[in-house]
DNA sequence: CGTCAAATAATTTTT
DNA sequence: TTATTTGACG
């Protein structure tokens, strides 16, 4: 063995090197929250390619985001740039001048890892459609071409809400077009087509949503366009029925590697055995030299089951993919269980949270690190106090500093109308904060339209991006006139396109409203000259310019109409640098990096600034001080989830996700009141997480400012004691091992955990939690198979019995 | 055809 | 409260 098995090696645990030394056959690696596994990704992609000599071509490394997808490939390129300057320049990686290290990183990615796919799901496999499309045979008879367009959510939303309005003429009362859409998605995730939904539709509602789908797709197919979910649902359909396409890829990617394996759904589970066995069910496949599929994931971080994201497929794994040559013995499982970020009292407490959910895979993070602070407690009187608490701590936590470092801190909510209140505060204070999430860059309507001109440009069947432009900037083309050309177009069915560019009988069907349109027409001829031999930077400013856009934005000269221009000039930055990295910089190819970028990968290293963001956005992230904010019953965990189990397991592993993001402290806040959206304030409880964490590691604190003065023990009176002797107890037990002794409200009846009840629609069940005090307590109450439900004892038709 | 004001709805959102 | 969408009016 040569050195470089020392150098790559040399920095793993064991677990970590079980991962990376790992080569044919199947893989599930569990990896705990900060346990290294981008590390073992990565590591083991270099080691195929370095000491197994596995050509990059041959590898498929998929991510759920464009960040894990950029991040992965740096430190891949980093690895080996690192080995070649030992092997070739006899001389450590880090003595290299900057200049020459990038330089070998650059020469690396273009040479050897050229061929590598490493990408998100969408990227990768919309990648595969602008070869393969074609090739599909709909059973339909339906028909895209590689030009195709992608349609973002709010496009499919507009077709969708067109088809149920007008084609279907629904009630959009009766028949909420978004929750169609998202019916459709859903459909779609889980690999069923509009005929699956017809056989299973038993009821009025499905069997429109069926029929709601069917239409969709044909009319997504009339624009050559696929939305987000067809991206990977198409490519299954294909692989599926077309022997020579599936035998291609299925050849080509020996290799498979999936991040994140908690968050894929259905489709994406299909996609990866098309690949990985081919048209053979993993569990009989046996071809499994030279061959592997390497999936990392940690159940306890799936936050995704409202995209259809479902967790059970990584539990599933080691069954799914079980060696059935071999007395059906289960794929191989490792499991990265030290954690290298957080103190150990941040996770104790996180163990103890999610030890309350059932649907687990057994996992224990350890800790690597020292005991450190206790987690903080901040019980504030309103949203008001809440967000002053945390500015005061904030400040007092910098006081120490002569440079506040602002960016070791990082805000957390469970909803975006949180941030208003703590902005509030932030700014009043004068301290500098970023908000993540938000509108895309490609969202924004002028950049939407620029986009829109060249998709029209590429593929002149998408009407939902021609309707777009078509009076954009404004050529006096109304309502009235683009319906009666809608209506010519169906009735001839001839593609609208085509409508408009036939001046002769647009004269003698319209009359005179045909002077803006034939200016629309001539405009995009016009740019279609220059479509063969320029790149999509050249084009977008002779759009911009030719349709006067531009210029239209100069005259109007206001602060809103500089920043559209920014942003124009932006995009035709970004078109730029998409010519310089890629290999073949057509058109086609820069509007499917539109479609799937989202900026929170493009977004440069925030300044030192506190982080704003959803717990959803923390994921994946770290930070030095973390605040979770809005820990009550009905926002965290949100009342959407709060009588179903399985979702009230979600919201704890956010929870769980939230504390993990944290190095040092974790703050938890809750508000005794809260303004709703309105005026009305609403009094609230305590968050069931706050009392499954347990008590001595929690410490309560005085909030310094805002008038939140309630203390630490008058506190704690509100919320459910967990003593250490029943917790130790409780571990590897279901959720009701909890059990304590509560003492009731003041008023009424008292209840006590074990008690025993009756519902009037649930049955028999047994009180396996109490939370909250006084006149506001809720019971948490196990009802054989109706699973778990919170009830306030005060408005549950409940009753004690023996 | 375009503008303004009333009406309406409100978790989370890797692509 | 706010963001977005609808529809009435000039």
């Known amino acids: 063995m040569h050195q470089t098995n020392n150098f790559l090696f040399k920095s793993l645990n064991n677990a970590q090197l079980n991962a990376v030394k790992h080569i044919n056959g199947p893989l599930l690696v569990v990896a705990g929250a900060g346990s290294g596994k981008t590390k073992a990704l990565t590591h083991r992609i270099a080691n195929l390619i370095e000491n197994n000599s596995v050509d990059p071509h041959n590898i498929l490394a998929v991510?759920?985001?464009?960040k894990a997808a950029k991040e992965m490939k740096a430190r891949l390129q980093v690895l080996l740039a690192q080995e070649i300057a030992l092997n070739q320049f006899g001389q450590p990686w880090s003595t290299l001048k900057e200049f020459d290290q990038n330089q070998l990183r650059t020469n690396i990615d273009q040479e050897r890892l050229r061929d590598l796919w490493i990408g998100t799901f969408h990227a990768l496999f919309s990648r595969l459609l602008r070869y393969d499309i074609e090739k599909y045979q709909d059973p339909e008879g339906l028909t895209w071409t590689r030009q195709f367009s992608i349609y973002d959510e709010t496009d499919s939303q507009t077709l969708v809400k067109e088809i149920v309005g007008q084609d279907m003429s629904l009630d959009p009362k009766r028949f909420d077009p978004k929750k169609i859409k998202r019916a459709i998605s859903n459909a779609k995730n889980q690999c069923f087509t509009a005929n699956d939904l017809e056989e299973k539709a038993d009821n009025h509602f499905d069997k429109v949503i069926a029929d709601a789908y069917r239409r969709y797709r044909i009319s997504l197919s009339k624009n050559n366009a696929l939305d987000f979910d067809d991206l990977l649902l198409l490519p299954v359909f294909l692989l599926r029925q077309n022997d020579l396409v599936r035998d291609y890829w299925h050849k080509r990617f020996q290799h498979v590697l999936v991040d994140e394996y908690q968050d894929t759904n259905r489709t994406q589970y299909e996609l990866i055995k098309l690949i990985t066995a081919g048209n053979t069910e993993p569990n009989k496949f046996c071809e499994w030299n030279d061959r592997s599929i390497f999936v990392v994931g940690d159940a306890d971080q799936s936050i995704y089951?409202?995209?259809?994201?479902?967790?059970?497929?990584?539990?599933?794994?080691?069954?799914?993919?079980?060696?059935?040559?071999?007395?059906?013995?289960?794929?191989?499982?490792?499991?990265?269980?030290?954690?290298?970020?957080?103190?150990s009292n941040i996770l104790t407490a996180a163990n103890s949270l999610i030890e309350n959910n059932t649907e687990r895979i057994d996992k224990v993070l350890r800790s690597t690190r020292e005991e450190g602070e206790l987690l903080k407690?901040?019980?504030?009187?309103?949203?008001?106090?809440?967000?002053?608490?945390?500015?005061?701590?904030?400040?007092?936590?910098?006081?120490?500093?002569?440079?506040?470092?602002?960016?070791?801190?990082?805000?957390?909510?469970?909803?975006?109308?949180?941030?208003?209140?703590?902005?509030?505060?932030?700014?009043?204070?004068?301290?500098?904060?970023?908000?993540?999430?938000?509108?895309?860059?490609?969202?924004?309507?002028?950049?939407?339209?620029?986009?829109?001109?060249?998709?029209?440009?590429?593929?002149?069947?998408?009407?939902?991006?021609?309707?777009?432009?078509?009076?954009?900037?404004?050529?006096?083309?109304?309502?009235?006139?683009?319906?009666?050309?809608?209506?010519?177009?169906?009735?001839?069915?001839?593609?609208?396109?085509?409508?408009?560019?036939?001046?002769?009988?647009?004269?003698?069907?319209?009359?005179?409203?045909?002077?803006?349109?034939?200016?629309f027409t001539e405009l995009m001829n016009d740019l279609l000259c220059y479509i063969e031999n320029s790149g999509p930077a050249q084009i977008l400013q002779l759009i911009l310019e030719k349709s006067g856009y531009l210029s239209d934005l100069l005259t109007s000269g206001s602060e809103e109409s500089e920043d559209r221009r920014n942003n124009l000039q932006e995009l035709i930055n970004a078109a730029t640098q998409f010519e310089e990295e890629t290999e073949n910089p057509d058109v086609e190819g820069f509007l499917s990096t539109a479609a799937l970028t989202t900026d929170n990968d493009t977004k440069k290293n925030h300044p030192n600034s506190v982080t704003l963001m959803t717990l959803h956005n923390s994921k994946g992230l770290e930070f030095q001080n973390v605040f979770i904010t809005g820990l009550e019953q009905g926002l965290f965990p949100s009342h959407r989830s709060i009588d179903t189990p399985s979702l009230l397991e979600e919201e704890r592993r956010l929870c769980y996700v939230g504390i993990t993001r944290a190095k040092e402290r974790v703050f938890l806040s809750h508000a005794r009141e809260r303004r709703l959206w309105g005026g009305m304030r609403e009094a609230t409880i305590p968050s069931i997480f706050l009392s499954e964490i347990p008590e001595e590691l929690i410490d309560g604190e005085l909030p310094q400012s805002g008038g939140a003065s309630i203390r630490r023990d008058r506190h704690l009176d509100r919320l459910t004691r967990v003593?250490?002797?029943?917790?130790?107890?409780?571990?590897?037990?279901?959720?009701?091992?909890?059990?304590?002794?509560?003492?009731?409200?003041?008023?009424?009846?008292?209840?006590?955990?074990?008690?025993?009840?009756?519902?009037?629609?649930?049955?028999?069940g047994e009180i396996i939690h109490i939370f909250g005090s006084g006149e506001k307590i809720s019971l948490a109450v196990k009802f054989g198979d109706k699973g778990s439900k919170i009830l306030d004892p005060r408005l549950a038709p409940i009753r004690a019995i023996n």
């Not at 991510?63 to 464009?66: E, L, P």
């Not at 994201?309 to 040559?325: M, P, T, V, W």
């Not at 019980?379 to 960016?407: F, G, H, M, V």
């Open 63 to 66: 991510t759920f985001t464009n």
């Open 305 to 343: 089951s409202f995209r259809a994201a479902d967790f059970r497929i990584l539990i599933g794994f080691q069954e799914d993919f079980k060696n059935s040559s071999n007395n059906n013995q289960k794929a191989s499982l490792v499991k990265l269980e030290e954690n290298y970020r957080s103190s």
């Open 377 to 519: 407690l901040l019980s504030c009187d309103d949203e008001i106090s809440e967000a002053e608490a945390i500015t005061t701590k904030l400040r007092s936590l910098n006081n120490y500093n002569n440079q506040p470092i602002w960016k070791n801190f990082a805000i957390l909510y469970r909803t975006r109308a949180q941030s208003r209140v703590l902005e509030e505060s932030l700014v009043r204070w004068r301290i500098p904060y970023t908000i993540f999430g938000g509108l895309r860059f490609y969202d924004r309507r002028e950049v939407k339209d620029a986009v829109a001109y060249l998709k029209v440009l590429v593929n002149s069947s998408d009407n939902i991006s021609l309707l777009r432009i078509i009076n954009v900037p404004r050529r006096g083309i109304g309502k009235t006139t683009i319906q009666k050309l809608n209506e010519l177009s169906n009735k001839l069915n001839i593609p609208l396109w085509e409508v408009i560019n036939d001046k002769q009988s647009l004269d003698e069907t319209i009359g005179r409203s045909s002077k803006g349109i034939n200016k």
């Open 723 to 764: 003593d250490r002797k029943d917790l130790n107890e409780s571990i590897n037990r279901p959720i009701n091992a909890v059990r304590k002794l509560y003492s009731g409200p003041s008023k009424g009846k008292s209840w006590l955990i074990g008690d025993k009840v009756i519902h009037s629609k649930f049955g028999k």
